[in-house]
């Protein structure tokens, strides 16, 4: 008896964007992206926000995940693009109410990663009350840098975070410049979100945000981790 099977393989395409860690590489596979914002005093401060008594976050989708010497994409119809250098973390082991104490045990790798921010649609919801997600989840709205360094091998203070647009620096500072540390946001989110293994913490973006235009040249780093490259484009 003759008979066919047909099969029919349904195509999922899922964002694959590997780092360099050590002699091999590391899949970024977070099944959430947590962004302090205003993490920074001298960042809330130059939008005009009040700096928070507490960390603050919001998340964006893993679906913005690129590679890096890829491509940030401007979306039709949107305006201003702007730039924001954010130390990341990925977290290594779930976790639910992690103490502060315990917190770097539920650290992997670190990261350079930018937090590409449509501020145009940001501010409109802002002065509507409305959610953040429009603005800051557009694919290609987070870059990740070439290159991740394990936790064990690097202390997240103490290190100068940058940003260069076409060769003009306008991030520089230092991750000590934070207001809170990377245990206690690990530890105040956790009391909100489960922690899953692979999800990813930006730790929020220093001073000297700007707009991106299309065929703008970015470079962007932390200390201890190889640059990140990216250039921009009108979709
Ligand atoms: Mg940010």
């Given at each position: 008896?003759?008979?066919?099977?047909?099969?029919?393989?349904?195509?999922v395409v899922?964002?694959?964007?590997?780092?360099?860690?050590?002699?091999?590489?590391?899949?970024?596979?977070?099944?959430?992206?947590?962004?302090?914002?205003?993490?920074?005093?001298a960042h809330?401060?130059?939008?005009g926000n009040?700096?928070?008594?507490?960390?603050?976050?919001?998340?964006?989708?893993?679906?913005?995940?690129?590679?890096?010497?890829?491509?940030?994409?401007?979306?039709?119809?949107?305006?201003?693009?702007?730039?924001?250098?954010?130390?990341?973390?990925?977290?290594?082991?779930?976790?639910?109410?992690?103490?502060?104490?315990?917190?770097?045990?539920?650290?992997?790798?670190?990261?350079?990663?930018?937090?590409?921010?449509?501020?145009?649609?940001?501010?409109?919801?802002?002065?509507?009350?409305?959610?953040?997600?429009?603005?800051?989840?557009?694919?290609?709205?987070?870059?990740?840098?070439?290159?991740?360094?394990?936790?064990?091998?690097?202390?997240?203070?103490?290190?100068?975070?940058?940003?260069?647009?076409?060769?003009?620096?306008?991030?520089?500072?230092?991750?000590?410049?934070?207001?809170?540390?990377?245990?206690?946001?690990?530890?105040?989110?956790?009391?909100?979100?489960?922690?899953?293994?692979?999800?990813?913490?930006?730790?929020?973006?220093?001073?000297?945000?700007?707009?991106?235009?299309?065929?703008?040249?970015?470079?962007?780093?932390?200390?201890?981790?190889?640059?990140?490259?990216?250039?921009?484009?009108?979709?």
């Open positions: 008896m003759m008979f066919y099977i047909r099969i029919t393989m349904s195509l899922f964002s694959m964007v590997q780092v360099r860690l050590g002699n091999g590489h590391y899949e970024l596979r977070p099944t959430k992206i947590i962004c302090l914002l205003r993490s920074y005093a809330a401060t130059e939008l009040e700096v928070p008594g507490r960390p603050q976050f919001f998340l964006k989708p893993p679906s913005a995940l690129v590679p890096n010497r890829s491509s940030i994409v401007v979306p039709p119809g949107v305006g201003r693009l702007h730039h924001e250098i954010e130390l990341s973390v990925v977290i290594s082991r779930k976790g639910r109410n992690i103490s502060e104490d315990i917190a770097m045990d539920h650290v992997e790798i670190y990261l350079p990663m930018l937090d590409i921010t449509a501020r145009d649609l940001q501010d409109a919801a802002k002065s509507k009350g409305l959610p953040w997600s429009e603005a800051k989840g557009y694919d290609t709205f987070a870059p990740v840098g070439p290159e991740a360094v394990r936790s064990s091998d690097h202390d997240w203070r103490g290190k100068r975070i940058w940003l260069e647009v076409n060769g003009q620096i306008r991030q520089d500072s230092n991750t000590d410049m934070l207001l809170f540390s990377v245990e206690r946001m690990i530890s105040d989110i956790s009391k909100v979100m489960t922690l899953e293994p692979g999800d990813i913490i930006m730790t929020g973006t220093p001073p000297g945000v700007g707009p991106l235009l299309p065929g703008d040249r970015i470079r962007a780093g932390i200390d201890g981790m190889e640059p990140m490259e990216f250039d921009v484009v009108r979709q």
